[in-house]
């Protein structure tokens, strides 16, 4: 059991690693620094074999040679090889909300952005390496759930500055659709790929289920809290521009205690919420909702361009308002309705996980639709 738990935690901690660089490399993409991504991708690879062979004592043949047993026991013999490699494409991103929440933080604190990204990496690297070697492999995803629930608000502050000496400013219209957008990419990641991540067995020769039910409850309490942050920034602080405007002249000045005290509030709202669904069974609705593997890998890939071209090639609010549409019907109200379409009347869990599933996915699009009718009637004032 031990073996197993070890086994698998060292790949999970990789797929972290590797999120983490790849992730802010399409970031990097995005502005043109295609050398800041070969430098992210080298030293990070180096990097975690390093972790590897000192805090695990594997040798990088050894630990490579259980990775591949892993994969072949976790999606089977049959399956074809061009699925392994887009599940393994996936598993490279399954992850990238705790990441992100990460960066955000250090950002907001003061840090660099280069400097955010570096701690980043080191932090989560450490972090779930100790927590493998010394606990349960369910541990790693719960050390996740309570960054969800403690700092995701923080992810949504992302115009602020970290300088002690300036004022802050709250921009929680600037970074809206973008904000949710991305939660709704990382809630694609972990539908898609974590199921297929979690078949080992324990002594009792049950599935661990522990890793599938924080995921899947972090990846709702994330979403859950980025809609509270943005209907309080709208109420509180409305902007008096467009969307579209970079800067905002006339955005109202808060200090950095009243974020914080919002962020906790927002926060004290989603965490109970999640205790309770830890205590559920979601596996189901992970596991097989609407179809096979090789029809969900297609459906996150079609989604994942979606989002992610969305994400780079739009440069304003209309386009963007576009993407999160799209990313509202097909992360959220789809798989909510095939889902509903399977559960029995004694499975009363399943429902409520369906119908919140279908009802998140259409608050995002009203919530979309809002910001393009306001940004609309803008343009004729």
């Known amino acids: 059991m031990k073996n197993k738990n070890l086994i698998a935690g060292i790949n999970i901690a990789k797929i972290v690693l590797g999120n983490s660089l790849l992730y802010n490399a399409e970031i990097f993409a995005a502005n043109g620094m295609v050398y800041g991504i070969l430098m992210f991708v080298v030293l990070g690879g180096v990097f975690a074999h390093l972790s ?58 003061g ?27 369910y541990f790693v995803n719960i050390l996740g759930f309570l960054s ?16 002690p000496e300036k004022i802050k400013y709250f ?38 289920k522990n890793l599938l039910n924080v995921t899947m409850v972090a990846a709702f309490l994330s979403t859950f809290i980025h809609l509270l942050v ?42 109970p919420i999640c205790f309770i669904g830890i205590t559920q069974e979601y596996e189901r609705f992970l596991v097989n909702p609407v179809g096979s593997l090789e029809h969900r890998v297609v459906g996150a890939l079609i989604t994942i361009v979606i989002v992610s071209c969305g994400q780079i090639i739009a440069k304003n609010i209309f386009a963007k308002c576009v993407v999160s549409i799209l990313t509202s019907f097909v992360m959220f109200v789809f798989p909510g309705i095939s889902f509903l379409k399977i559960a029995t009347n004694k499975e009363k869990y399943d429902k409520v ?21 306001k940004n609309i009637f803008m343009l004729f004032v």
């Open 353 to 373: 996980i369906a119908y919140f599933c279908i009802l998140m996915g259409f608050l995002l699009f009203l919530k979309t639709v809002y910001d393009l009718s």
């Open 171 to 208: 921009r929680a219209n600037a970074n809206l659709v973008e904000s949710i957008s991305r939660v709704s990419l990382s809630f694609c990641y972990h539908y898609c790929v974590l199921p297929f991540l979690d078949k080992i067995e324990v002594e009792n020769g049950k599935e661990n």
């Open 230 to 271: 943005s209907i309080t920034g709208y109420l509180a602080y409305p902007s008096s521009k467009p969307l579209w405007f970079e800067n905002f002249d006339k955005t109202e000045p808060v200090t950095f205690y009243t974020l914080l005290l919002t962020a906790l509030f927002i926060t004290a709202l989603g965490v």
């Open 111 to 137: 840090m660099s952005k280069m400097g955010s990204l570096f701690v980043c990496g080191i932090i989560f690297v450490f972090l779930n390496f100790i927590f493998i070697k010394y606990s349960q492999l």
């Open 52 to 109: 590897l062979f000192i805090l695990m004592k594997t040798s990088i043949k050894t630990e490579t040679r259980n990775y591949e047993r892993l994969m072949a026991k976790t999606l089977g013999k049959d399956t074809k090889p061009l699925i392994k490699t887009f599940v393994l494409i996936l598993c490279v991103f399954s992850i990238c909300t705790y990441v992100d929440i990460v960066r955000e933080v250090l950002f907001v604190l």
């Open 148 to 163: 969800v629930g403690i700092f995701c608000s923080f992810s949504f502050f992302k115009g602020l500055q970290g300088s």
